[in-house]
């Protein structure tokens, strides 16, 4: 097959060769529904037989049935870039100095032509070079640990992140960036509370739902609002940069202990769980939410506690769940569960043997809410009194991510069940409340300003 047309087969490459174009052909497509002027894509190696994809020109993807296509007519020829050139960053002694720690992600990413799929490929300078107005705002020095898919992260990563954060803090930066994918950032998110202690600086996760290709990509804002962030905002802390509403407005910074992904696909995917954000911010500005954060500190001292057990998992209850679950996790030698129970923190009855049995052999068992928002309230019904009695333990209105996180964490420090007991329930990082805010729910989190809008804009 003529590589200009690798990845078709079957009908589709037939029609390619029928009218003698290949993939990134800048076509004119004449169908039975229709004209369209596009780039011919790549085909993934995986999909049908039965489509030409197109690029069109407003930059979103097509698949046109081959079948469907009466004439193709190649108007130009587009090159493969598989590259942004790397550059060097511009040094301004008046301005911060902010690391950037690239660890893979959509943020940084382009696209596989063999599979059709987003993989992580840039490096730290590359995003300079698509991201020039980030010179404004700092010197930007940067770092790539790793390229990995968030889904792969695991205690190793974090670990490796964690030090890499205590190293660029001794150095004397003044923020520190961490691009990383959003499906598992929230519990990066947490990892890094937990075994980053003290930073005198901000440390700020940063992502994008869209990737860099697509005209809606929220990448390079996202980027700009997170570098912002780490030169010039007061909150020392471990926060999340993402989108804050539906439009280009603003970002908000997240705790990394109460921040959880909540959409698949939307770029203000993620919420503060049962407490508002730390601040927006955009490009321009730091806007404090609330007043309650760590502020920065001038000093370089910082704790480094990164440790980790790898038998440590969530457990997410649903009906009929059968005992040999809990069984099956003890007999693997996992000696921490983190159960996401129903209601106020509740499994069913046919669990219970298996629990204290789980819990007789010196596992630690926790119990959080799947609802998310609300606490675990176990003495309300017996169920939950039973438990109790057994030993499980509330972990009040923590995430049941970041207190999955916590106890391996804990555990990795200690084998004592007293001290991790201790761990669990010590504030860490804003992972435990007192109160959700009465407004907590609702405040700030996603398209209220432009639903407010249109409503001044129609009443009703």
Known sequence: MPDGRKGYRGVALRKLEEWDVAVWAD???????????????????TEDDLHVVLKLQHGYNLGVRADRIRRMHQVARKEAAYKIPEKEFPFDSGRPRVKLLGTGGTIASRLDYRTGAVIPAFTPGEL?????????????????LFGIFSENMTSKEWIAIAKAIGREIERGVDGIVIGHGTDTMHYTGAALSYMVQRSPVPIILVGSQRSSDRPSSDAALNLRNAVRAAAYSDAAEVMVCMFGTTSDRWALLHRGTRVRKMHSSYRSTFRTIGDVPIARITPESFEPIRTDYTPRRRDREVEIDAVFEDKCTILYYYPNMQPDVVDALVGAGYRGIVIAGTGLGHVNRALFPAIERAIAKGVAIYMTVQTLWGYTQMHVYDTGRDLIHMGVVGCGNMIPETAFIKLGWALGKTRDLDEVRRIMLTPIAGDLTDREPF???????????????????HPL
């Open 27 to 45: 076509v004119e497509v004449d169908t039975d529904r229709g004209s369209f002027r596009g780039v011919i894509l790549p085909r993934a190696e």
């Open 439 to 457: 407004d907590g729910y609702v405040v700030l989190q996603g398209g209220l300003p432009e639903v407010e809008a249109f409503l001044r804009q």
């Open 128 to 144: 300079y070079g698509a991201v020039p107005e980030l010179a404004d705002v700092c010197n930007l020095e940067t770092e790539k």
